[in-house]
């Protein structure tokens, strides 16, 4: 089941990414004044809503494990298994505004900026997350760092959001979610829904995959300690043997 | 009713932190030291860098960068002096299983989340103190509005100590706590330290009106990291 799905989510994802490539590349450009530059609109913003997706899952998943009554293992996998993809999800889209930036603005960054500075800031917090839980410790250890330092590290996300609106910034205002009439329409508009679409299905996919890896590093980790358990046991039990003695007393 | 035993608590753990460092003088005899060390470099290494890019006029360009840059090199001396003062909090919980000890001991998490970051705040309060007399010497700052940068410093100085005291927690069982806190602590703090700084800078050069929203941010970072210390601090820590 686990299997047809992740087959399912991954045919989806390269068909939808594949259809937003040629969509990109065929159309004419959505800005005149930006020229070239400005069809990254189709990929920065989508790999933007990714990550806050991925951090909101994140946050839940957090919740769930330090709620006593939903505490599973399962929701650490899945909260490791979403820091990792929205990390990788947050550094794409820095890469891509800097590339956006540099034609567009004159910079790659600007640290003074309020959407730059708190999104880079956003990104060291979740490197810091992972490093957390990639210190050697016993899953439940390892899930409850987890969760506290993610906890912690998503009070910046509505900061990053909302930095745009609440402070003067080289960044564009919010293109969609606003409540005036959004400033992107027609064609424009549909490719770039259809990449928040297209991303969003690929962060499902990826998911499915990353918890699974998660798991499996659980299992590792259990099946190595239950076996030195064991191999410890049968050198005990040698040198007891050696020595007339069994873990009752004396033969 | 139910929440006295958790300021019974805090009082206790606080006298305790407290009396060990009188003892041992470490804020005293190490980090201001430090912090006063950090003043110096900073004053030096940003002396004349910036002198290029100002274009105000008819100024002494040779003291305006420190002036401007003086609540920065203020609230980065209040950063790294946490990063120590944490650091020294923690080590008193995990030498000899005091930590422990004190989850024995049957105390409310809270209360020692309090105790103990009422102990940093102490220490940073004290550390801010030096660092207004090296800015006022060195870099020949006024400072104006009293009322107005005591109240940010307060209110940014529980907000670091709060978030410090987590985080010191959370990393107190670590053998890599030395380098790990740094890399988990410094990113959390950068919206006390932008919305402290602009405070200060705004206090400094007389825009009142315009520093009071920024304490306003502060305090909204305060509130969040408080409730977050009380409400987590009995998991956090199992950690140590």
């Known amino acids: 089941m686990k299997s047809q799905m992740s087959w399912f989510l991954g045919v989806a994802s390269v068909l939808l990414l594949g259809v937003v490539t040629v969509l990109t590349f065929s159309t004419p450009s959505p800005d005149f004044v930006q020229g070239e530059a400005a069809r990254l609109i189709y990929v920065h913003p989508a790999t933007a809503w990714a990550s806050y997706a991925a951090f909101g899952t994140t946050t839940f998943a ?13 929701w650490d996998h899945i909260a490791g298994a979403s820091a990792h993809i929205g990390t990788m999800f947050l550094a794409m889209t820095l890469v891509l505004g800097a590339i956006w930036g540099r034609p567009t603005w004159g910079v790659w960054f600007r640290l003074r900026d309020a959407r730059m500075a708190s999104t880079l800031v956003m990104l060291l917090m979740y490197f810091g997350v992972l490093t957390l839980r990639q210190l050697p410790a016993a899953p439940d250890v390892r899930a409850r760092r987890t969760a506290l330092a993610a906890l912690l590290a998503s009070v910046n996300v509505p900061i990053v959001h909302f930095s745009v609106q609440w402070w003067d910034t080289l960044h564009q205002k919010a293109t969609l ?29 990826l998911m499915v995959h990353r918890t699974r890896i998660e798991r499996w590093n659980d299992q590792l980790f259990n099946g190595d300690v239950e076996s030195a358990i064991v191999a410890r046991q049968r050198e005990g039990a040698g040198s007891l043997a050696a020595s007339g003695l069994t873990p009752g007393g004396l033969r | 009713m139910m929440r006295w035993p958790m300021f019974r608590d805090a009082a206790f753990v606080f006298a305790k932190d407290a009396r060990i460092e009188l003892r041992a003088k470490v804020t005293l005899r190490q980090v201001a030291p430090f912090v006063v060390s950090l ?33 920065g090199i203020y609230w980065l001396g209040v950063l790294f002096s946490l990063v120590l003062l944490v650091q020294r909090s923690v080590s008193i919980e995990t030498e000899d299983g005091a930590g422990t000890q004190l989850r024995l001991w049957g105390l409310d998490p809270a209360g020692v989340f309090l ?16 660092l207004c007399v090296g800015l006022i ?65 705004r206090a400094l050069t007389g825009d ?8 306003r941010i502060l305090f909204v970072f305060v509130v969040v990291y408080v409730a977050f210390g009380i409400l987590s601090y009995g998991a956090l820590m199992e950690e140590s």
């Open chain 1, 62 to 74: 957090a919740v769930m494990w330090l709620w006593p009554r939903t505490r599973r293992i399962g």
């Open chain 1, 177 to 205: 979610a606003k409540p005036e009439k959004p400033t992107i329409e027609g064609l424009p508009l549909t490719i770039m829904l259809l990449s928040f679409v297209a991303f969003t299905v690929t962060f499902c996919w």
């Open chain 2, 39 to 71: 003043l110096v470099l900073f004053g030096l290494a940003f002396d004349r860098l910036l002198v290029k890019d100002t274009a105000i006029a008819d100024v002494r360009v040779d003291e305006l960068p420190l002036a401007f840059v003086g609540p």
């Open chain 2, 115 to 130: 105790g103990k970051a009422g102990v940093v705040v102490m220490q940073l309060l004290f550390i801010q103190v030096l």
């Open chain 2, 137 to 201: 010497a060195m870099f020949d700052l006024q400072m104006t509005e009293p009322l107005l940068l005591v109240s940010v410093s307060v209110l940014a100085t529980v907000g670091l100590a709060a978030v410090g005291s987590c985080y010191g927690a959370l990393s107190a069982g670590l053998r890599v706590r030395e380098t790990l806190l740094p890399v988990l602590l410094l990113p959390v703090t950068v919206p006390v330290l932008l919305a402290a700084v602009q405070a200060w800078q």
């Open chain 2, 208 to 215: 009142v009106d315009s520093a009071w929203p920024w304490a």
